[in-house]
C-alpha cells in the first residue's frame, strides 16, 4: 500500500508540532527577562539556540522527504 503525503502539509504540521514545544519556552524567556532574571544578551543567545536546533529539525525533515521521493 503506498500513502500519498502532501509535503507542504507535512511540514506545517510539523512545525505546528515544534511550535507546541517552542512557545512555553519562548514565553518562559520572555517573563524571566521581563523580571530582570535574564539580561537581553542571555534573551537572544537563549532565542538563537532555539532557532538553531528548529533549522536543524527543518533540515532533518527536509532531507527525509528528499529521501523517500528518491
Avoid: C, N, W
Avoid at 539580561?39 to 529521501?67: C, F, N
Wanted: glycine letters at 6%; charged letters at 30%; a negative charge.
Amino acid at each position: 500500500m503506498q500513502v500519498t503525503v502532501d509535503k507542504v502539509a507535512l511540514e506545517k504540521t510539523i512545525v505546528d508540532v515544534v511550535m507546541l514545544f517552542v512557545q512555553p519556552y519562548h514565553e518562559l524567556v520572555e517573563h524571566l527577562a521581563r523580571e530582570g532574571r535574564l539580561d537581553q544578551e542571555d534573551v537572544d543567545q537563549l532565542h538563537a539556540t532555539v532557532r538553531e536546533a528548529a533549522g536543524k529539525v527543518s533540515e532533518i525533515v527536509t532531507k527525509g522527504l528528499r529521501a523517500d521521493r528518491g
